[in-house]
DNA sequence: CGCCAGGGCCATA
DNA sequence: TATGGCCATGGC
């Protein structure tokens, strides 16, 4: 049986069962979650998150010192740059009146440059952000992606962008498959391809190679 | 104690 | 293009 991305999603889909992500009330709330995220667990980016509730609207954080920002984002660590990164996302989102709807319709490839010129706003941040927030059908390329892929055998596009356009381009995958498909690695990796894996009840060990580096 | 976590920027070669 | 240092908390 020939194995490929449609096949893992499969597999992975059946084991772990419909994800419905992303974790947040609004699409404000995820996109903070995004930058809140970057590099650090969801565990700790979520008590960063219920410090900042109370302020959790475009209109209520712009109002906010970017010291008092990162003193309430602390537990998601590097709450220095996050508390800048929020403030040049709020700049940019402003710049659209804060208005979801009328970003959506923005060209996928556009809007994809447009958060990619935010600073802190990089390949992986914008790539979620499109897909769970403005509704564009993407692959989201991240370390669980490439550790999962590599251990089962492939050998993937080295640069991030060859590498998305490559599961996509075999997957014929709409909004709702690459959806599940980002939440359901991030599930895997953490319940079994851990950096040091528990294999056993492995959904993927049939096709996995075993190359635990 | 060290390792890891749903990255990105910047300087350097 | 591709490394390396830097940012920092909290769970285990």
Known sequence: MEISYQRIYSRLFKYYGPQKWWPADTSFEMMIGAILVQNTSWHNAEKALANI???????????????????????SG??????????????????????????????RQRLRNELLNINGVGRETADVMLLYAFDKPIFVVDNYARRIFYRIGFNMPKTYDA??????????GDLELFNEFHALLVEHAKSHCKKTPICEGCPLLEMCHQRLD
């Open 163 to 172: 590498f998305r356009n490559e599961v996509e381009g075999t997957m014929a």
């Open 53 to 75: 509730k109370p302020y959790l609207a475009p209109e209520l954080m712009e109002k906010l010192a970017t010291g008092e920002m990162a003193e309430m984002i602390r537990p």
């Open 78 to 107: 590097f709450f220095n740059v996050k508390a800048k990164r929020i403030n040049a996302f709020l700049k940019w989102f402003k710049t659209y009146h804060c208005d979801i709807g009328v970003i959506k319709q923005i060209d």
